[in-house]
């Protein structure tokens, strides 16, 4: 990935508090990764630092939609996500990113790289099953759904076969119960 001055965020030259950072994440920051799942990005991203005296606190929001594929239907449709996530930053002899929510920093480090953090969080908050809101309340005219429909396991009927075809030694016994 080729880092970008907007996600290189320099704090040395910042107070102590609250900073506000806003970022507007599109189809070309996830081509930069790589990332080809998804056809179209619009999400917007807030980041608060609260700088510390000895450590940073990143506070990341996001709120938007991807367009991807309906694994149902493979239909394209624009899937709204969102999440939070929080990492603090401290400094030490090298560079660590082996914690999900501890980052550190080596001693006399200047600015500190959020692309990573935002790709995570972004592909993160997309759901392992995408289904088309049109599937879900039945408004999705496609082939492909009445083709799913028709190939659906039939349990139900297959239950009620099972029930009304017994065996007729066991109905004899059942008059007995019956009696």
Same mark, same amino acid.
């Given at each position: 990935?080729?880092?970008t001055?907007?996600?290189?965020?320099?704090?040395?030259?910042?107070?102590?508090g609250?900073?506000q950072?806003?970022?507007?994440?599109? @189809?070309?920051?996830?081509?930069?990764?790589?990332?080809?799942?998804?056809n179209d990005?619009n999400?917007?991203?807030?980041m608060?630092?609260? @700088?510390q005296?000895t450590?940073?606190?990143?506070h990341f929001?996001?709120k938007?939609? *991807?367009?991807v594929?309906c %694994?149902l239907s493979?239909?394209?449709?624009?899937?709204?996500?969102k999440?939070k996530?929080?990492?603090?930053?401290k400094?030490g002899e090298e560079?660590?990113?082996?914690?999900d929510?501890?980052?550190?920093?080596?001693?006399?480090?200047?600015?500190?790289?959020?692309?990573?953090y935002?790709?995570?969080?972004i *592909?993160?908050s997309?759901?392992?099953?995408r289904v088309?809101p049109?599937i @879900? %309340?039945g408004?999705?005219d496609t082939?492909?759904?009445?083709k799913?429909?028709?190939?659906?396991?039939?349990? @139900?009927?297959?239950?009620?076969e099972k029930?009304?075809d017994?065996d007729?030694?066991?109905?004899?016994?059942?008059?007995?119960?019956n009696?």
């Amino acid at each position: 990935m080729k880092v970008t001055k907007e996600f290189l965020i320099p704090f040395s030259g910042l107070k102590q508090g609250k900073h506000q950072f806003e970022f507007d994440i599109n @189809k070309t920051f996830f081509d930069a990764f790589d990332f080809d799942e998804f056809n179209d990005v619009n999400v917007k991203v807030n980041m608060v630092l609260e @700088k510390q005296s000895t450590m940073l606190e990143l506070h990341f929001k996001h709120k938007g939609t *991807v367009n991807v594929p309906c %694994d149902l239907s493979n239909e394209n449709f624009d899937l709204p996500i969102k999440g939070k996530m929080d990492i603090v930053v401290k400094f030490g002899e090298e560079f660590n990113d082996e914690n999900d929510e501890i980052l550190i920093l080596p001693h006399g480090e200047y600015q500190v790289d959020v692309s990573q953090y935002v790709y995570e969080m972004i *592909v993160l908050s997309v759901p392992s099953k995408r289904v088309h809101p049109g599937i @879900k %309340d039945g408004t999705l005219d496609t082939g492909i759904i009445e083709k799913l429909n028709e190939l659906a396991p039939k349990a @139900k009927q297959e239950e009620e076969e099972k029930n009304n075809d017994t065996d007729p030694r066991w109905d004899e016994l059942k008059k007995l119960l019956n009696g």
